[in-house]
Structure formats: C-alpha cells, structure tokens
C-alpha cells in the first residue's frame, strides 16, 4: 500500500531530476543539414559543376556564367526553406498541447519532453499518450488504439494494463506510469506516422520527378552525340567543347524544381502568417484540390462551447436538478455539455456519490453513474435511448428548432456499452450553440467555388438540418439519419452522399467510412474536426484539417491545424493552394518548353554535323530574360484558377510543340544566316533572336491573361534584351554582333512566323487558359 501510495503521489523534484527524459527530434520540418544536402548535393549541380570546369579549360570565362545558378538555386532553396522551417517549428511549438503529470502530489502541466521516465501522467477524454506505461488509475478509461492497430473500438484500461504512446483516451480518466520514453517508446519506434514529418502524394511533385528523371536519362545519348558532332566539325576544339555545353545545358530543367519547393515554402509561410500550421509541405496542393468538404457541426459551424437553456421536467416526483448537477460534476475534464450544466448547478447535493459510472463516449452517445440509494441515472440523445412515443416526439419537436436535446432518465442498470434497459425518462434538456459568426460567408466562398460542403455530426439529424439551413446550406433541409444507411454496401453509400448534404446521428466509425466512399466515387475530400470521434475520418481523407482548441489527438492526425480556431481561416488555405498549385504548372511550361527546344536542338546538330546555334552565355541570356527572371514573380502571384486533373499530359501537350517549333526557329535562323561572309558569332547573334523571340512569346502566352504588372514584366523583358544587343559593353560581354540587316529581318521573320505556330498549337491543345 506503501508503494501505491508512493506512485499516486508521483515522483519528487530529485527523481525528476535524475531520470531520463523524454527527448524526441521535432520533425515537423528537416533538420539543417537535411536542407543543406537537399539543395547542394544534387544531381543537376553536379552536372552543371563539372560542365562549367570544362568551360572554365577549353573555352572563355563569360561562358561559365550559367554556373552561378548553382549557387543561385543552392541559396535561394535554403533561404526559403529555412524560413519555412522556421515557420513549421515554432507554429509546431505552439500546437503541442501540454501534458498533465502529478509530481510530489501535486498536479502539473508540462511540454512532451519534459516527461521522465517514471512519471505519473494523468489523462481525459481527447489526450494524447506520448509515451508508454502502465495504468495505475482508471474511472471508466477507454483507449482508441486504431492509430497503431487499425482497430476502430475503444480499449476499455484497467489498473496494471499497459498503454501504448500513440494511442488517444476517448472516455474517462485515470493515469499511468510512464515505462519506456523518447526513442524507446513504441511510436517512435515506428515512426510515429501520426507525428511524423512527411510527404503526402502530390501529382505535382510525382509529375515533374517524371519529367527530370526522362530529361536525365536523355542527357547521356544526346549530349553524346552533340559532343561527338561539334568535335568532328571543328578545328577549334574549345569552340566544340563550349557548344556542345550550351545544348546540355539549357537541356537541364535546372530551376524547376527550386522553383515548386519556393512555391510550397512561400505557401507555408503566408499561412503560418494566419495561424495556420501546415504540417505537411504537398498538403498545400491537396488544398488546391479538394471538392468535398466535410464539416463536423460541433466545433466547426459552431463555437465549441455551449448553454444550458431549459431544463424540461416530465415528472415532477423527481429530483432532476440534482441529478443533472451530480452528473455533470463526475468527470474531473467535463466535456462542452457538462460545462454547460455545472455552470447552472456549480454544487453537488450531499448523497450523491457516485458507485459506478460509464463516461461518455461518441459511440455510445450516453453517459450516466449509479448513485447508490439515489438511483441510477443516465444522460444522452432521446433518439437513442428511447424507440418512439411521446417523449422522443417532443424532443424532436425541440431539435427541429436548431436546439441540441438531451434525455435525464432513470435506469435499472448501467450497462458499459449496450442501451441501459428500461430507461425511464426524467426530463428533457436543452442547449443552445453559439454560430460562429463568420461561418456563413465561409460556407458562401465554398458554393462560389465549386466545393460540396457536407455536414457530419452526432447530434439529431433534425438539429443539425435546422442549423444548416439556417446558414443557407443548399440541401440542408433534408438531413439522413445515419442509422439508417447501408452499412455493407459502400456504392450505395457513395450516392447517398452525393445526393445529400446534411447527416446526423453519424458514428466515428461511420465519418470515416464516409470519406472512403466518397474517395471511391473519385472525390478530393477534406475533413475538418475538433474532437476525438473525429481523428479516424481526418487520417483518411485526402486533408484532413484540426481546430486549434481541438482535441490533442485531432491535431496530431491532421494535415493542417488551424491554430486560432477560426473557420473563416479555410478559404484562405484553398485560395493559397490554388495559388501555389497554377502557378508551378504555369512556371512548368516554361522549363519544359527550354528543355525539349534543347533536346530537338541537339539532335538536329548531332544528326547535321553542323556548329551549335549559340554559346552557352548565349543561353544565360535568354533563360535569364524568358525563364529565370519572369518565374520569381509568376510564381508568387495570386491566382483565382481552379485545379484541372491531368497535370502532366497538359504540360506535354504545350511543351512539346512549343520546343519543337523553337528549336525549328533557331535552327532556320542559324542557317539562313551563314554564308562565306559571316562569322561565327554573326550567325548565332541570328539565331540567338530567333530564341529570345519564339521563348519571348511562349512567356507572353504563359503570362495570360496580361494585367498591368504582367504585361509591364513581359514588355520589361523585352526591352532588357533590345540593351543588350545595343549596349556595346553588354553586348561585347554577351558576344551579340548584330549589323547585318537583311540576316536580323530574316531572324525575326522566322521568330514571327514560329510565334503563329505555337500560338495556334496551344489553341489547337487547350492546355492553357486565357
């Protein structure tokens, strides 16, 4: 007795201090050493340090100019990473919800890793175990362990049980003592996948992988073969050794993929900005994508509190305020309903103590306690403890008006999972929700935008109904009965959903098989919740998004947690999505377009015999103007565009006639232009005009529709290559020799002619909009 004594005090400030504690790297973001690697040691880097040493040997200093992009990409990534780690790290510092532990008999709240080893931690409904142990206490604790075992009920946990970090209480109180911590615990061990820094699919970031691993595979035999062709058909082998180095070069998409990690990073931090913690860098473009929104009633159209309004009695033989208040004073973590009533009945009327009591749970949707010589008594939804009659009539009544209805009964029993039998009703209890007050011009931005809002709760499906039309929810006056769905048929399920809008009286087990059979119909769906009945449906769907004031569990699970807890957060997380997900597409074509005009460019030289268009400063040039310089600012610029499927075909669709018809363009150019007379740097200023036009005009394309600051972009570009070919110094730097007016007239007929080409290709493709 001694020694249970000793541990239900918990451990003394000495113990604290010699005990190991519960250390866990944060990875809510990569380490820095993880970013330095993932922005320098690439391959594309490498490639292009070894393609510069060898300009750097056999050729001129202004052409290695195209190296400094690795320095460029190298720094840019880090910088903008870093701030998004940042960002991610101390939003994450903020989200971690503290843990309860008594220490030298006194309870205190303290960070996840400040738990030792042989801590007593206390637990309640909602909180998350961070650590393994043994339960010394419990009143009615029930452990949901389907985060590790896949199995959706509740663990009923007694004292000697063990309990597993990951896990989540969902009823009841109690604590355990604290048996295996930081890397040792079992959720570390796995990875803790809930917790865990990872990446979720992106089509995205999948689609431009696909495109730079081809490119690379296509790096080898045709630099090959240009090389081979430019050493074959030059005396001097410097001037081979620089051209076949343009070819490879512009070949390599070298910014694209810096460009969608800034695009993601900016993202983050913009949201962040908003109390938005973002805890998975591609959830940004799930974001963009989803097209069914499931909102959980409680905590999300309505503020997580709730009062109490009228305490209707059915007999009046009974003591219902009494009752009421000793019910709601059992829990030592009352829930938003218990709250309410212990504000109306702050005491508890001697001789009632509680024997026995069976918590609430979501599941169950009841809750009660044996009182001894008082009675057994129960609280829960009418509908569920009673089958019909008038009672559960009048209550209806009552939840048809947008009130939330609870049933006072008395029992003979007290079951732990089953309906008590024989409940003899009491009292009706009514409750009235706070509307959050920026919940109907939300719900009105998802209509606008073609997202199909669906209302999940638990409470009646009348309730619910009456609060939806309430915010002008299109459907919302016709509400299903959860209980009443096909429980073995998901194709039926599926349809249901997308014919209605409103369900009540939904299980945790059933939200979740909601969001799977919405999926299975080919839906993008977002969950949104606060409370533990929640974290099943928020693991599966496509994004799942937590409350701030929500259940440590929720936020655990969630993809993104909004951490001021205000609903009128969400159109912005899918404006930033939409934002981030058009613009890389947008900033996609253009590197694409840069690598195939290389790729036809090459092989055209390789398979002619001919000398390469342009130098490699040549194409510093141009990248810069068309590609390098427009992308910073496409990238980060607002956008209303919804997200289409079928990313990368899009892309191809456009990328692929557009190169060929440049590369055509530069070629006829190059060769129009030689002649006896000319010189080698005459005919590839040529040719370098015909580049910058035809890559001009698939910016001006990209950059539609033109606002003032995008055509202020595309015209500034223009005229910062007109000084370059006037300028003597740049243009000397550049090695440009304009003069000859019959060659440039004849370079830009042929740019002029490309630019109809390609224009009539993308209209002819529709993979762009206007």
């Known amino acids: 007795m001694d020694g249970l004594a ?21 990875r809510s973001s990569r380490s820095l050493s993880a970013i330095l690697r993932a922005n320098v040691l690439t391959l594309f880097n490498l490639v292009i340090g070894v393609l510069s040493v060898l300009v750097l040997v056999f050729g001129e200093w202004q052409d ?18 870093l701030r998004a780690k940042r960002t991610l790290d101390r939003l994450a510092v903020i989200n971690e919800a503290p843990v309860r532990v008594r220490r030298a008999g006194r309870e205190e709240r303290i960070e996840a890793r400040d738990i030792v080893l042989g801590d007593l931690v206390l637990l309640g409904p909602g909180e998350r175990l961070l650590v393994d142990g043994e339960v010394v206490e419990s009143d009615g604790l029930e452990v949901d362990e389907s985060l590790l075992t896949g199995e959706a009920d509740p663990v009923r946990k007694r004292p000697g049980d063990g309990v597993l970090s990951g896990s989540f209480a969902v009823a009841g109180s109690g604590s355990f003592v604290a048996t295996k911590v930081g890397t040792d615990a079992y959720a570390v061990r796995l990875a803790e996948e809930a917790s865990t820094f990872h990446l979720a699919r992106s089509e995205l970031r999948d689609g431009i992988a696909g495109f730079i691993k081809y490119v690379t595979w296509l790096l080898v035999p045709v630099g090959g073969l240009l090389l081979y062709s430019q050493l074959s058909n030059s005396a001097d082998i410097g001037t081979a050794v620089t051209g076949a180095v343009a070819g490879i070069v512009t070949m390599i998409p070298e910014g694209l993929v810096l460009m969608t990690s800034i695009a993601f990073a900016v993202g983050v931090v913009r949201l962040g900005r908003r109390k938005c913690l973002v805890q998975e860098l591609p959830a940004i473009e799930g974001l963009a994508r989803v097209d069914v929104l499931c909102l959980d009633k409680t905590g999300t159209l309505t503020s997580g509190g709730m009062d109490l309004g009228q305490v209707l009695p059915l007999r009046d033989d009974q003591p219902t305020e009494a009752a009421l208040a000793a019910l709601a004073h059992l829990g030592q973590r009352p829930n938003a309903t218990a709250q309410a009533i212990r504000a109306r009945y702050p005491q508890v009327e001697d001789g009632w103590a509680a024997r026995a009591t069976v918590p609430f749970s979501s599941a169950r ?95 009646n499906p009348d309730a619910v109904s009456a609060i939806a039309t309430g915010l002008g929810i299109p459907g919302g006056e016709h509400s299903i009965d959860a209980r009443t769905l096909p429980h073995d048929d998901p194709a039926e399920l599926g349809e249901l959903l997308d014919t209605h809008t409103v369900f009540g009286r939904v299980t945790p087990r059933q939200k979740r098989a909601f969001v799977a059979a919405l999926q299975a119909r080919g839906h993008t769906v977002a969950m949104t919740g606060d409370g533990v009945n929640d ?22 699970v969630a993809q993104v947690v909004l951490l001021d807890d205000r609903f009128a957060t969400l159109p912005h997380l899918v ?75 899009r892309v191809l669709r456009f990328a692929v006639p557009a190169g060929v018809v440049c590369a055509a363009a530069v070629i006829l150019a190059f060769w129009s232009a030689h002649d006896s007379t000319s010189t080698l740097v005459e005919t590839q200023t040529s040719a370098v005009l015909a580049l910058f036009l035809t890559t001009w005009w698939v910016l001006v394309l990209i950059a539609r529709p ?32 304009p003069g000859d007016v019959a060659r440039d007239l004849t370079a830009v007929g042929i740019a002029v002619v490309a630019a109809a080409a390609i224009s009539i290709a993308v209209r002819l493709a529709g993979t762009l909009r206007t």
């Not at 057994?376 to 939330?404: F, K, Q, S, Y």
């Not at 002619?608 to 194409?619: C, L, Q, V, Y």
């Open 6 to 26: 000793s541990t239900m005090r918990g451990l003394t400030p000495a113990q604290v201090a010699r005990a190991r504690t519960n250390e866990v790297p944060r």
């Open 64 to 81: 290695v100019m195209f190296g400094l992009i690795i320095v460029a990409n190298a720094l840019i990534g880090i910088v903008q990473e």
């Open 365 to 459: 949707k009841w809750s009660g306690a044996d009182f001894g010589e008082r009675g057994t008594w129960v609280l829960g939804a009418p509908d569920v403890l009673l089958d019909a009659g008038e009672c559960h009539d009048r209550a209806a009544e009552l939840a048809a008006a947008g009130t939330r209805v609870l049933l006072l009964c008395r029992t003979d029993g007290l079951p732990a999972g089953a309906i008590p039998a024989r409940p003899e009703p009491v009292a009706l209890v009514t409750f009235t929700q706070r509307i959050r007050p920026d919940a109907r011009d939300t719900l009105r931005y998802f209509e606008e935008q073609g997202v199909t809002v669906k209302i999940i709760s638990g409470d």
């Open 535 to 556: 974290v099943l449906a928020l693991k599966d769907a496509d994004l799942g998004i937590a409350m701030g004031a929500g259940s440590p569990a929720t936020k655990a």
């Open 575 to 649: 404006g930033e999505g939409r934002r981030v997900l058009a613009n890389i597409e947008r900033v996609s074509h253009l590197f694409l377009v840069k690598s195939f005009y290389a790729i036809v460019l090459s092989v055209l030289v390789g398979l002619s015999g001919t000398m390469f268009p342009f130098a490699p400063r040549h194409s510093t040039l141009t990248n810069a103007l068309t590609i390098g310089i427009p992308v910073l600012f496409l990238a980060l610029t607002p956008t209303l565009e919804r997200p289409r499927p079928g990313f990368v075909p």
């Open 706 to 737: 033109l606002n003032w600051w995008r055509t202020v972009l595309v015209g500034s570009m223009a005229v910062l290559f007109a000084v370059s070919l006037t300028l003597p110094f740049v243009r000397e730097f550049f090695a440009l020799r």
